[in-house]
């Protein structure tokens, strides 16, 4: 017996249905940030090694796949003392660090403030499980060159219409500020060389607990007296804390937050102070998108004013959202793209003229057109063609194509 010929671990192939419904969504998103004034652009899916390792991408520089020098052999590999003594290049972890080398090499042909979609595959070495893949799309949209909340009002809208596009409802963004974080950090004591730890730590909470949080704030050498109530008061902030303000807020990043709030009245923002967002590159404002039937967040983003000076030499302010198009994927129904699909089921002996003539008599009046032997087993062919999507079929005989009829 052969053995089982599958894609690596992580990766994914895609069935005709599936690959429609992901273009269907993709079609929606891009129309959307279109009409809200994106341009979609395109990076290389390698960039330099160094590049991808220089502190800006996190834990997910980690989990980056790299590419070995032309001619590393064997022996060359066995000896390698690390990495970078190999590998030139990588596959991106995300679609951020390409935008900032992107803008640094193309800044003379773009406008002063850019408006940018990005839309592809990036790749993690994460450990595979349900909704969670080493090969996976991402839908970014970012805005440089913006210091204002104008960029951070229009990336919400944005998202939150090309949500509404595809039907998915019941959505509310989360956001909060690293100002805020710091500011809560200090009160707690945690000096700021250990501040990037700690906020890892909190990052965790919805997975490990408030008791786990504080027990691994504890191994890291944090007083941990009174965090058990201190996180309880966290979890009830709420938009009414400026007039009289804890000791924990900082006051003016929260002012930014309730103006953000008032100007966006059609979406549902969520004021979560314990909101960190994993990668080390946020200088701002935060957000991720919740949804009910989830728990793991849609997407997400923030301000990254300091990452684009790395490597221009000159600060550009610059703040994204990206939609976790994998997970928003799966809050869709799994019909959708065209309205009217038709199959036309022949015998083997009917003229391919006549076949041809028929198909293209149907197309006339728009839709999808399949041309499909007839099978002995009617049923079976039928239901196989109503899950590929079609919705109606007809017969091809010597003679022309016979009533149209409804698949369902």
Known sequence: MAAPVNPPRGMRDLLPVEKAKREHALAVIRAVYRSHGFDEIEAPALEDWDRLHAGLGGDNEKLSFSVLRRGIGREQLAQAEDVAAVADLGLRYDLTVPLARFYATNQAALPTVFRAVQIGPVWRAERPQKGRYRQFVQCDIDILGEAGPIAELELIGATAAALDALGIEGASVRVNDRRILNRLLLTWGVEVESASAALITIDKLDKIGVAGVVAELGEQGVDTAGLDRAFGELATAGWDL?????????????????????????????????LVRGMGYYTGTIFEIAHPSSTSSLGGGGRYDGMIGRFLGREVPAVGFSIGFER?????????????????????????SVLLAAKRRVQEEGGRVRLERARKNRRAQLDALAADGFTRFATVTADGVGELRDLS
């Open 328 to 352: 928003i994927i799966d809050l869709l129904p799994d019909r959708v793209g065209e309205s009217v699909a038709t199959a036309l089921l022949h015998d083997a002996d009917v003229p391919a």
């Open 242 to 274: 400026a007039v009289d303000p804890p000791a924990w807020l900082d006051v003016e990043a929260y002012t930014d937050l309730l103006a953000l709030k008032d100007a966006l009245p059609e979406v549902e923002l969520v004021f979560d102070p314990t």
